[in-house]
């Protein structure tokens, strides 16, 4: 039994409040008027402590903490190859409505931990290589590259930091389930616009015409039917289950290889060479697919910090 399985137990008896609360945030999340019906909490106990227990295990095996600054830009490889400038280091920071929000939280607070995760991008660009011994031009080479730089879940330790990452990843695999019941719901009101289409066929249509439209119409009532069963409160249990019992087809960690030179060129060669360089991609969170990494970040409080993290916030507010 995993470690949240011994601490909130199989049975209603050992239920702690941290179990409770987290039903209650699935629950409320996706349907509220759930808490009404007979299988609260105890149906969702085990759909939900699977999917917790899996977001700490996710958060806990994101790679870092790694220092960021400008001497790790210079110094770390792994830093350098993720921003294009010493400049974008602290951007980032600067440009972040979340540090924004913590540094007016804590303003006495000199260090911070958080998750940043940014997207990866691979062009084509022609360049210079040494072939052998011969330097050739025009040579394709693929250039791999960040942006979207985004700070999240900033906390004053590692351990905060990943908690808070746990529980935005549990929100997330709880935003799935809510997708899939709101995918019905788009796809009951498309049969309803499909049924009245038919049923103006019908009464436009010749006898010969008729039977084939009847016949359709009598599929699309059936399928409205099904569609409609589907969306009873009785029947959400089955996408809490759908999702939350199996939480490493919907959101997970994949791991990238790659030799990078220190102008972000892609090197084909082997991976254990020096240059080589492992990406974590999150694959699942939202819509797109993000490079994450735990940061830490120290000496916040100097006042040129300061100064630019609240020029950043005025700008957002404009």
Same mark, same amino acid.
């Given at each position: 039994?995993?470690?949240?399985?011994?601490?909130?137990?199989?049975?209603?008896?050992?239920?702690?409040?941290?179990?409770?609360?987290?039903?209650?945030?699935?629950?409320?999340?996706?349907?509220?008027?759930?808490?009404?019906?007979?299988?609260?909490?105890?149906?969702?106990?085990?759909?939900?402590?699977?999917?917790?227990?899996?977001?700490?295990?996710?958060?806990?095996?994101?790679?870092?903490?790694?220092?960021?600054?400008?001497?790790?830009?210079?110094?770390?490889? &792994?830093?350098?190859? !993720?921003?294009?400038?010493?400049?974008?280091? #602290? %951007? $980032?920071?600067?440009?972040?409505?979340?540090? @924004?929000?913590?540094?007016?939280?804590?303003?006495?607070?000199?260090?911070?931990?958080?998750?940043?995760?940014?997207?990866?991008?691979?062009?084509?660009?022609?360049?210079?290589?040494?072939?052998?011994?011969?330097?050739?031009?025009?040579?394709?080479?693929?250039?791999?590259?960040?942006?979207?730089?985004?700070?999240?879940?900033?906390?004053?330790?590692?351990?905060?930091?990943?908690?808070?990452?746990?529980?935005? &990843?549990?929100?997330? !695999?709880?935003?799935?389930?809510?997708?899939? #019941? %709101? $995918?019905?719901?788009?796809?009951?009101?498309? @049969?309803?616009?499909?049924?009245?289409?038919?049923?103006?066929?019908?009464?436009?249509?010749?006898?010969?015409?008729?039977?084939?439209?009847?016949?359709?119409?009598?599929?699309?009532?059936?399928?409205?039917?099904?569609?409609?069963?589907?969306?009873?409160?009785?029947?959400?249990?089955?996408?809490?289950?759908?999702?939350?019992?199996?939480?490493?087809?919907?959101?997970?960690?994949?791991?990238?290889?790659?030799?990078?030179?220190?102008?972000?060129?892609?090197?084909?060669?082997?991976?254990?060479?020096?240059?080589?360089?492992?990406?974590?991609?999150?694959?699942?969170?939202?819509?797109?697919?993000?490079?994450?990494?735990?940061?830490?970040?120290?000496?916040?409080?100097?006042?040129?910090?300061?100064?630019?993290?609240?020029?950043?916030?005025?700008?957002?507010?404009?």
């Amino acid at each position: 039994m995993g470690l949240f399985g011994q601490l909130f137990g199989n049975d209603r008896e050992k239920d702690t409040p941290e179990l409770l609360s987290a039903i209650e945030r699935a629950v409320s999340a996706v349907e509220p008027l759930l808490k009404q019906t007979r299988g609260y909490p105890g149906s969702y106990r085990k759909p939900v402590t699977t999917a917790l227990e899996y977001a700490h295990s996710l958060a806990a095996s994101v790679p870092g903490p790694v220092v960021v600054n400008r001497e790790s830009y210079v110094k770390d490889a &792994f830093v350098h190859a !993720l921003f294009p400038s010493a400049d974008a280091v #602290m %951007e $980032a920071f600067y440009s972040s409505r979340a540090m @924004q929000d913590y540094y007016r939280e804590f303003p006495a607070t000199d260090e911070l931990y958080a998750l940043m995760g940014m997207r990866r991008f691979e062009k084509n660009m022609a360049g210079v290589a040494l072939v052998g011994e011969v330097v050739q031009r025009d040579v394709v080479q693929k250039v791999v590259y960040f942006t979207s730089h985004t700070i999240e879940n900033p906390a004053p330790s590692e351990k905060q930091a990943r908690d808070q990452a746990a529980w935005s &990843f549990f929100d997330s !695999l709880v935003g799935k389930v809510k997708k899939r #019941m %709101e $995918a019905r719901k788009q796809d009951k009101q498309s @049969q309803l616009l499909e049924r009245d289409l038919l049923v103006a066929k019908m009464r436009a249509a010749d006898a010969q015409a008729r039977p084939a439209l009847e016949e359709a119409l009598s599929k699309m009532m059936d399928k409205i039917q099904a569609t409609t069963s589907s969306l009873e409160l009785c029947n959400y249990l089955e996408d809490f289950e759908a999702v939350l019992l199996n939480p490493e087809q919907h959101l997970r960690l994949v791991q990238i290889h790659m030799v990078l030179d220190s102008m972000g060129i892609r090197r084909e060669s082997d991976a254990n060479q020096e240059g080589a360089v492992v990406f974590n991609e999150l694959i699942g969170f939202d819509r797109r697919d993000w490079t994450v990494t735990m940061v830490h970040c120290s000496n916040m409080q100097s006042e040129s910090f300061a100064t630019r993290l609240d020029k950043a916030y005025r700008r957002l507010a404009i």
